[in-house]
């Protein structure tokens, strides 16, 4: 089970980074996908990172402002989210193995079937204006 972290109040324009842990799973293997969920809205899917790191992913909605890291030592993953907006409000959630498009869309690209990858609780991130 994985675990997001970091949300809170913030105010337009802050930066804030929110974190994914999985104590009882290495995460060193999977690629890892940052998803929002806004009030009354789809959920959307905003980054991804490849297992090494070495290549990251962003949809167009949040492409410039937020960075995907991870740090396999430490068995976690990071979403630096750059001047916030009102329009960023959202529950963020991490997961694994999911492929995040630049319009969006995700798509799983794991291999343990139906359970379609692990999700984690998500953190709640509200920006005031």
């Known amino acids: 089970q994985l675990q997001a972290s970091g949300g809170g109040l913030v105010r337009r324009g802050w930066i804030l980074t929110l974190s994914c842990a999985a104590p009882?799973?290495?995460?060193?293997?999977?690629?890892m996908s940052w998803f929002r969920q806004a009030p009354g809205k789809g959920r959307e899917g905003v980054s991804c990172?490849?297992?090494?790191?070495?290549?990251?992913y962003y949809s167009d909605s949040v492409k410039g402002r937020f960075t995907v890291s991870r740090d396999n030592a430490k068995n976690t993953v990071s979403l630096q989210i750059h001047s916030l907006e009102p329009e960023d409000t959202a529950v963020y959630y991490c997961?694994?193995?999911?492929?995040?498009?630049?319009?969006?869309?995700?798509?799983?690209?794991?291999?343990?079937?139906?359970?379609?990858?692990?999700w984690g609780r998500g953190t709640q991130v509200t920006v005031s204006s």
């Open positions: 009882r799973v290495s995460l060193e293997n999977y690629v």
């Open positions: 990172i490849s297992a090494s790191g070495d290549r990251s």
């Open positions: 997961a694994t193995d999911y492929s995040v498009s630049e319009d969006g869309s995700y798509m799983y690209i794991g291999d343990d079937g139906a359970k379609k990858g692990s």
